[in-house]
């Protein structure tokens, strides 16, 4: 089983810069891709960038150029960045971790319990 806690949520002005981390415990594969998914109401569940253990990353168009995703595997952790945050950016953040892969797609995928993110003035 996997447990993953996000920090790091929080409200931020138009423009300015937050950093939401997660960290992951419990029993998984060192092969895996963490990465941060989002939500706001009334919408679906989107991928926000994601990065896996070797290090490949990938963004949503929307965030590309203002957000970072990072990680640091000997820690099991994982960043997400936020520069030049928009309004739009408004969601609850969730923390996900892909593992267990067979024919190069996961078969087990884990969530945190989301931290709330506002862009507003």
């Known amino acids: 089983q996997v447990q993953l806690v996000e920090s790091g949520g929080g409200l931020v002005q138009p423009g300015g810069s937050l950093r939401l981390s997660c960290a992951a415990s419990?029993?998984?594969?060192?092969?895996?891709?963490m990465g941060w998914y989002r939500q706001a109401p009334g919408k679906q569940r989107e991928l926000v960038a994601s990065i896996t253990s070797g290090g490949i990353t990938k963004y949503a168009d929307s965030v590309k150029e203002r957000f970072t995703i990072s990680r640091d595997s000997a820690k099991h952790t994982v960043s997400l960045q936020m520069n030049s945050v928009k309004p739009e950016d408004t969601a609850v953040y969730y923390c996900?971790?892909?593992?267990?892969?067979?024919?190069?797609?996961?078969?087990?995928?884990?969530w945190g319990q989301g931290t709330q993110v506002t862009v507003s003035s």
């Open positions: 996900c971790l892909q593992d267990l892969y067979i024919n190069f797609k996961p078969t087990r995928t884990s």
């Open positions: 419990g029993s998984f594969s060192n092969i895996n891709t």
